[in-house]
Nanobody
Framework: QVQLQESGPGLVKPSQTLSLTCTVS??????????WTWIRQPPGKGLEWMGS???????SVTPSLKSRASHSRDTAKNQFTLQLFSVTPEDTAVYYC?????????WGQGTQVTVSS
């Protein structure tokens, strides 16, 4: 069974770069047709799809974050990473990494990130 685990700093200062890593166990991030995604939920708001990196390494980013977000992966460590540049308090949220494959959807437990000075 594939499991995902987010890790990150918890607290980030405004204007800094947020780096979050999702460690995958029980399966490979290079398995065909697996789409590795980041989703966040700010307090009191709905879920926001941030972007993804595919099994082949192709990336996509939601238009509103195109200039501030970057997705990458480390196949040796079976991890994928989100970097969010120039964060503001509006980036405070619970961040989830999610696997999508056909009808399969597996979520990590989420990690709280707070942007505050």
């Amino acid at each position: 069974q594939v499991q995902l685990q987010e890790s990150g700093p918890g607290l980030v200062k405004p204007s800094q770069t947020l780096s979050l890593t999702c460690t995958v166990s029980g399966g490979s991030i290079t398995t065909n047709y697996h789409y590795w995604t980041w989703i966040r939920q700010p307090p009191g708001k709905g879920l926001e799809w941030m972007g993804s990196i595919t099994y082949s390494g192709s990336t996509s980013v939601t238009p509103s974050l195109k200039s501030r977000a970057s997705h990458s992966r480390d196949t040796a460590k079976n991890q994928f990473t989100l970097q969010l540049f120039s964060v503001t308090p509006e980036d405070t949220a619970v961040y989830y990494c999610v696997l999508y494959r056909s009808s399969l959807e597996i979520w990590g437990q989420g990690t709280q990130v707070t942007v505050s000075s």
